[in-house]
């Protein structure tokens, strides 16, 4: 069974940092490319970055670049994602999903907010 647990949202202001956390099981970890997403209130759900299998290749969406970080420890079955100078537009659910054949399985979700 997949399951890929996210953790680290929380409250920042304009400008903060928070690390995203998201813990895999269930698959060969190291083997996957690595996804996060997010989705605003009202809006669809929207790519942020991708990293793959090694760690060796990272791509981010345009809104996020040079701002966001993704790294991973195979060791540790777990994907990173490193968010620098935030803003209110970043206000999201933070989702992290790996394409394992034909299927494309997500977490719960971690909650982040920008505010001040």
């Known amino acids: 069974q997949v399951h890929l647990v996210e953790s680290g949202g929380g409250l920042v202001q304009p400008g903060g940092s928070l690390r995203l956390s998201c813990a895999a099981s269930?698959?060969?970890?190291?083997?996957?490319?690595m996804y996060w997403y997010r989705q605003a209130p009202g809006e669809e759900r929207e790519y942020v970055a991708t990293i793959t299998s090694s760690g060796a290749g990272t791509y981010f969406a345009d809104s996020v670049k040079g701002r966001f970080t993704i790294s991973r420890d195979n060791a540790k079955n777990t994907v990173y994602l490193q968010m620098n100078d935030l803003a209110p537009d970043d206000t999201a659910v933070y989702y992290c999903?790996?394409?394992?054949?034909?299927?494309?399985?997500w977490g719960q979700g971690t909650q982040v907010t920008v505010s001040s």
């Open positions: 999903n790996v394409k394992l054949s034909s299927t494309t399985y």
């Open positions: 269930g698959f060969t970890f190291r083997l996957y490319s």
